[in-house]
Each structure stands twice: as structure tokens, then as C-alpha cells.
């Protein structure tokens, strides 16, 4: 009774095994038949795409023909491209813009240090021509003004930084 149990648990397992291998089988083969569809489904004409094939190397531009088998579209200095989608390696989509958190950080880390040096300058000029006395004259005036400047200069390029945005990507092809 046992052995007659563990062999209908393996034919069941095998059944289920060779069910999901004919599953993965039939789902790639509608895929490999229906690679050209979600290019067309991804993109319209008049959308900015990124597009890398053999030749040339990579171009940006707007979309001006979409076809099963063709790609066409006008860079930004007016000239037209196309392609044979068999041709190209992969294509970007614009989605928009975002705001770069790497160039927020650059902007207030430079701010901050043209700020500090200004701001040390300036504080030193001006305790310097009210007060020249001793070793450490101009010091108190220098530190002050690094201070004030470095903030002043932080806040003004993490602001700059910020207002700076990059465009958005999305790969749709492959």
C-alpha cells in the first residue's frame, strides 16, 4: 500500500513539473512572436526617445514614424533618422524631469565653500579697518563672516542645485 502511495505522489509531481515546463515553453514563444508590440504600445509619435543602434552610435530625438518594423525620428537639429527596429539595441523614453539630489548636494557643498572664503575675506577686511590691534587681529571678523558666508553660501547653491532638473528615462525596448 505504501509503495503503490509514493508512486502516484511521483506521478503526481511529474505531471505537475512537465505542466509548468510546457507553461515557461508556451509563454516565451508568444513572447518571441510578439517582441514588436510593445514598442509600438510604449510610444507615440511626437515623444522624446534616446535610441542606441549600430549606426550611428546614439541619437535623441522626436518620434516621427513608428511602424512594426521601422523607427523614425527628427533630432533636435532637424535632420531625420530611421531605423529598422531588427537594428536597434535598445531605446529610451523621455517621462519627464526630476529634480537631481547629486546636484543639490554639489550646489550646497559649493555654496558653502565659495561662501566660507568670501565670507572670511569680507569679515577680515571689515574687523581689520575697525579694529588693527595684536597677533590675532581680523581673526574674530574672518571666522564670523566663514560662517555667515558658508551658510549664506550653502542655502543659495543647494537652492541653484535644486532648481536644476534632469530629464527622466525610461527603457521601453528591449
Not at 26 to 34: C, I, L, P, R, Y
Not at 92 to 112: E, P, Y
Not at 150 to 171: D, F, L, P, Y
Request: charged letters at 20%.
Amino acid at each position: 500500500m505504501t509503495r503503490s502511495l509514493s508512486s502516484l505522489i511521483r506521478a503526481r509531481c511529474l505531471a505537475a513539473c512537465l505542466a509548468a515546463c510546457l507553461a515557461c515553453i508556451a509563454t516565451s514563444h508568444a513572447d518571441a512572436q510578439g517582441a514588436a508590440r510593445p514598442l509600438v504600445t510604449a510610444l507615440r509619435t511626437g515623444d522624446t526617445v534616446r535610441v542606441w543602434a549600430q549606426s550611428p552610435a546614439e541619437q535623441v530625438g522626436a518620434v516621427t514614424r513608428l511602424d512594426a518594423d521601422t523607427l523614425g525620428i527628427r533630432r533636435r537639429d532637424g535632420r531625420p533618422f530611421a531605423w529598422a527596429v531588427d537594428s536597434l539595441s535598445h531605446i529610451d523614453v523621455q517621462r519627464g524631469t526630476r529634480r537631481s539630489a547629486a546636484r543639490v548636494v554639489i550646489g550646497t557643498l559649493l555654496g558653502g565653500a565659495v561662501g566660507i572664503v568670501g565670507g572670511a575675506y569680507a569679515g577680515y577686511g571689515i574687523e581689520s579697518a575697525f579694529d588693527c590691534e595684536g597677533e590675532w587681529a581680523g581673526f574674530a571678523g574672518a571666522a564670523l563672516g566663514a560662517l555667515t558666508g558658508g551658510i549664506a553660501g550653502m542655502v543659495t547653491g543647494g537652492v541653484i542645485g535644486g532648481r536644476m532638473r534632469v530629464s527622466r528615462w525610461e527603457k521601453v525596448w528591449p
